[in-house]
């Protein structure tokens, strides 16, 4: 299962049945679970924990130094869930020391090819990084969030649940639940309506939701005004937890 001119560094620990691919190289310090497949010329290192079931395709690079002036060789992780996709010449960092030390990537993820996760993210599972998407260092990105061509996250942003972000979007600020981004600057432009219908919310959810979107978007109210309208809803409304719970935890504004 392990290419003869692959280096495998003492310390690894792989799982029995782990494929690695010619010339791949993987660290003292990593430890990689059953069912996973490691492309031609991948570098994986640090200390990096790697799930089961996942396909490292060639030339990523797993779990190397933060690309961050302040580190300074300090200890710090990389952990990936299950059964990711990661395409080729993705570059996923590992922690610093100001930001827990730890990024995360959860299940079924698929990056495509050239896309960045930086230092001390938090990736959540069922997201879609497409080709050349960035993330800056200790951005959130819930589930379900989709990263369309080129698109990004300014450092420290949050990205919640269901959202989904257009061609070339680089945001700056917070992305609500649920909301849908794009054009030149980005701007939000409504509910992720088609992307919701896939995963099952029915036609009275997704009615909720646009009236949650008016009232934080289109109706002139304070934040904080509006957020309290949300609440007031919650107890018929559960789905609108998502969008309350990014609102409540931006710490950069939301993006308008």
């Not at 960035?134 to 919640?160: E, K, M, N, P, W």
């Not at 002139?220 to 309290?228: D, I, V």
Request: charged letters at 20%.
């Amino acid at each position: 299962m392990i290419h003869p001119t692959a280096i495998i560094e003492a310390g690894a620990e792989l799982a029995d049945d782990v494929e690695v691919g010619p010339y791949a190289i993987i660290g003292a310090n990593v430890s990689i679970g059953s069912g996973c497949r490691v492309g031609p010329h991948v570098v994986i290192c640090g200390r990096t924990t790697i799930g089961r079931d996942n396909r490292i395709f060639p030339f990523a690079s797993i779990g190397d130094e933060p690309q961050d002036k302040k580190y300074r060789g300090e200890d710090s992780a990389l952990e990936i869930g299950n059964g990711n996709t990661i395409r080729e010449y993705v570059t996923i960092n590992r922690g610093t020391a100001d930001g827990g030390g730890v990024t995360r990537l959860g299940d079924d993820n698929w990056l495509m090819a050239y896309s960045h996760i930086a230092h001390d993210c938090q990736v959540g599972s069922h997201t879609i990084f497409a080709n050349g998407a960035t993330l800056a260092g200790h951005v959130t990105v819930g589930d379900y969030v989709i990263f369309a061509g080129y698109s990004g996250a300014h450092q420290f942003c949050r990205i919640g649940d269901h959202a989904f972000l257009g061609m070339y979007g680089g945001v700056s600020q917070d992305v609500p639940a649920y909301v849908m981004v794009s054009g030149q600057p980005p701007r939000p432009r409504g509910i992720n309506v088609e992307g919701l219908k896939r995963r099952g919310f029915d036609s009275a959810q997704l009615r909720n939701i646009k009236e949650a979107y008016r009232t934080l978007y289109r109706s002139g109210l304070p934040r904080e005004q509006a957020l309290s309208e949300l609440k007031s809803r919650l107890a018929d409304q559960p789905e609108l937890e998502l969008m309350i719970a990014t609102v409540e935890a931006s710490t950069r504004g939301l993006l308008r």
